[in-house]
Each structure stands twice: as structure tokens, then as C-alpha cells.
T-cell receptor, first 121, second 115 residues
Framework: DAGVIQSPRHEVTEMGQEVTLRCKPISGHNSLFWYRQTMMRGLELLIYFNNNVPIDDSGMPEDRFSAKMPNASFSTLKIQPSEPRDSAVYFC???????????????????FGPGTRLLVL | AQKITQTQPGMFVQEKEAVTLDCTYDTSDPSYGLFWYKQPSSGEMIFLIYQGSYDQQNATEGRYSLNFQKARKSANLVISASQLGDSAMYFCAMRGRTSGSRLTFGEGTQLTVNP
């Protein structure tokens, strides 16, 4: 089975340029997450979607960042304009969100893509 | 608010021996889930094991087991019969009822398996 697919795997760009990261979640999953990993801040959740709807974007650092999920099989994270401090590994993850059954909540596992290593010069 | 603490920045273990990676958590949620992920040097995040706060038994997945002590708010990962390929960064994470789908991660423990 195909896992979460991210592209590109590596991106080197110059400050001020637009960067677009892409993600294809696992088929059948209805939640999608964008994370950023840096040495200084560790893993941070940027935004997540349930059924293509953004639920929590409180982790998006600033207006330069935007994310979309036009359909259940595709999402993008865009940085415009990019800055050197945006250099990081960006992960996309997906999960199958299910409502509680009988009052007992099972916390669905998030499966991560391979990540995109972004370097902004 | 939720917090995950991994107090061991680095751990060393001999091949074929068992090792325990510590994880303590803090939450006010009565219901929550705990996860462990492995991140090898290649960078991908690999899901290892999950424990629900109401699960009666400790979770096990092959050589991985979770020593869940709810009263102590700890969820230590035990790796039995360590292999060289287990050398990686290991992250403990949790989600609670009030955090929606948001995962809170610890800072990670770098495990090195020596031959």
C-alpha cells in the first residue's frame, strides 16, 4: 500500500521566491496534517484538515504561509515569499478520523510522509 | 495544555540487549492516546506503537512494548533484542480529547546501538 507521498523531497530556493510543497495522503484517510521540524523548535504542527476543511491553523507562523486541500487526495503548503528562517523539514501526515463509539475515543494514528527538506538561501 | 518530557537526549545499548526510553506526560484530559515514532537518519517518521489511556493492557508490537504507568503519567518504550537498525531518534507523542487531532511531541531521544 502506498504511504503518504510528498514532493519535492528536496528544495533549494532563494529568499523571496515562492515555494510550494505537495502532499498526497493515504487513500481513505480523511485527516491531513502539515508539520515543520527544526533543530531549535522540534516538531511543530502548522495546520490540519478534516474532510478537506482546515480545522486548526494556529501553528501557521505568519501570512506568508498558506495551505489548501482542494480534494481528499491532495494538499499544498505554500510559502510566499520564502525566508532563510523557513529552512526546515516539512512533513505531511494523514490519518483516519473516526467519531467516538460508545463514549470511548480511539486516537487514530498519524502516518507521516518522507518529508521535504527545504533550504532557503 | 499538554506536555511530553523525554529526559534522555541520548542512549546507548549493546546489540541484542533491551533498552528503555523514558517518556513522561502531563495532561488534564481524562482520555488520551500515546504514540511512539522512530526517525532514522534518513529522516522519515515511522509509527511504532500506540497506547490508549483506557487500555487495560500495555501495548506490544513485535520487539516494541510500552510500559504504561498511568498513575505516574509515564509511557516508556521498551525495545527488546536491539538491532543495529534501531539506531535512530525516538519521539514520544500524545493527543488528548481537548486537543482535537493535534499531536504534542517530546524532544526525542537519540538511541545508538553498538555492535
Amino acid at each position: 500500500d502506498a504511504g503518504v507521498i510528498q514532493s519535492p523531497r528536496h528544495e533549494v530556493t532563494e529568499m523571496g521566491q515562492e515555494v510550494t510543497l505537495r502532499c498526497k495522503p493515504i487513500s481513505g484517510h480523511n485527516s491531513l496534517f502539515w508539520y515543520r521540524q527544526t533543530m531549535m523548535r522540534g516538531l511543530e504542527l502548522l495546520i490540519y484538515f478534516n474532510n478537506n476543511v482546515p480545522i486548526d491553523d494556529s501553528g501557521m507562523p505568519e501570512d506568508r504561509f498558506s495551505a489548501k486541500m482542494p480534494n481528499a487526495s491532495f494538499s499544498t503548503l505554500k510559502i510566499q515569499p520564502s525566508e532563510p528562517r523557513d529552512s526546515a523539514v516539512y512533513f505531511c501526515a494523514s490519518s483516519l478520523f473516526e467519531f467516538a463509539v460508545g463514549g470511548y475515543r480511539v486516537y487514530e494514528t498519524q502516518y507521516f510522509g518522507p518529508g521535504t527538506r527545504l533550504l532557503v538561501l | 495544555a499538554q506536555k511530553i518530557t523525554q529526559t534522555q537526549p541520548g542512549m546507548f545499548v549493546q546489540e541484542k540487549e533491551a533498552v528503555t526510553l523514558d517518556c513522561t506526560y502531563d495532561t488534564s484530559d481524562p482520555s488520551y492516546g500515546l504514540f511512539w515514532y522512530k526517525q532514522p537518519s534518513s529522516g522519515e517518521m515511522i509509527f511504532l506503537i500506540y497506547q490508549g489511556s483506557y487500555d487495560q493492557q500495555n501495548a506490544t508490537e513485535g520487539r516494541y512494548s510500552l510500559n504504561f504507568q498511568k498513575a505516574r503519567k509515564s509511557a516508556n518504550l521498551v525495545i527488546s533484542a536491539s538491532q543495529l537498525g534501531d539506531s535512530a531518534m525516538y519521539f514520544c507523542a500524545m493527543r488528548g480529547r481537548t486537543s482535537g487531532s493535534r499531536l504534542t511531541f517530546g524532544e526525542g531521544t537519540q538511541l545508538t546501538v553498538n555492535p
